[in-house]
């Protein structure tokens, strides 16, 4: 089914998309498909949500990836690639998500100037949100924003440390870590022969 034509409600944003076979945003009745992802992409997702969650199993706060939804007052539904919440509800909710402490976007580019302004702009009406970190695949570039004293928000580039630090929770994945597998063909699998029988012996094919 296509995007629909006339504005819609948040309630009937969410009862059309979960009928959806791919993610679709939501901004003031408006429906924006998620872009679309690649391997690369992939990877580093992959790699935030297991060396987040080793850093968080003892923690009180956990990791969720870009299948589940955030919603941002009463009029916006976005599905960040990487979140973290603390907050109780959140942690009893199946589907939406409303007070994530960090949001992190693995940067492409054709999502990079969305990313950097106007996404980021809705996620500072998050009143719970503290962090916001951006990660380029293709450069190996890391900031991160954090809110500081007075309402500013303050850059912190990690792009040439040896790991990345996240403070809202505290956490740190090492940047080897980070782009494991990046800028690496995927690999070829090798499967086992199929043994034949001959002459009554089982030998490789």
């Known amino acids: ?17 979960n009928a959806q076979p791919v993610r679709n945003e939501f901004h003031r009745g408006e ?25 968080l199993q003892r923690s009180l706060c956990q990791v969720f990836s870009q299948s589940l939804k955030l919603q941002i007052t009463d009029d916006t539904i976005l599905y960040p690639d990487v979140f973290i919440t603390c907050e109780r509800d959140d942690l009893r909710t199946d589907q939406i998500f409303r007070s994530p402490t ?5 940067l492409s580019p054709s999502t990079q100037a969305y990313d950097r302004s106007k996404k980021f ?47 809202f929770p505290p956490c740190t994945v090492a940047m080897d870590d980070l782009f494991s597998r990046v800028g690496r063909p995927p690999p070829r699998h090798s499967w086992p022969s199929r043994p034949v029988r001959h002459s009554g012996v089982l030998r490789p094919r």
């Not at 089914?1 to 998309?17: A, D, N, R, T, Y």
């Not at 872009?35 to 992959?46: L, P, T």
């Open 1 to 17: 089914m296509g995007v629909p034509g006339h504005k819609l409600s948040l309630e009937e944003f969410l009862e059309w998309e």
């Open 31 to 55: 429906v924006f498909p998620a872009a679309d992802v690649g391997r690369v992409h992939g990877y580093v997702v992959s790699n935030l949500l297991r060396h987040l969650g080793n850093e």
């Open 102 to 106: 960090m949001v992190i976007e693995v």
């Open 121 to 167: 702009a809705l996620y500072r009406r998050l009143a719970s949100l503290k962090e916001y970190v951006l990660v380029d695949p293709d450069t190996r570039r890391v900031e991160s924003f954090r809110l500081g004293a007075g309402g500013l928000w303050t850059l912190h580039d990690m792009s040439k440390n040896p790991a990345m630090d996240l403070a």
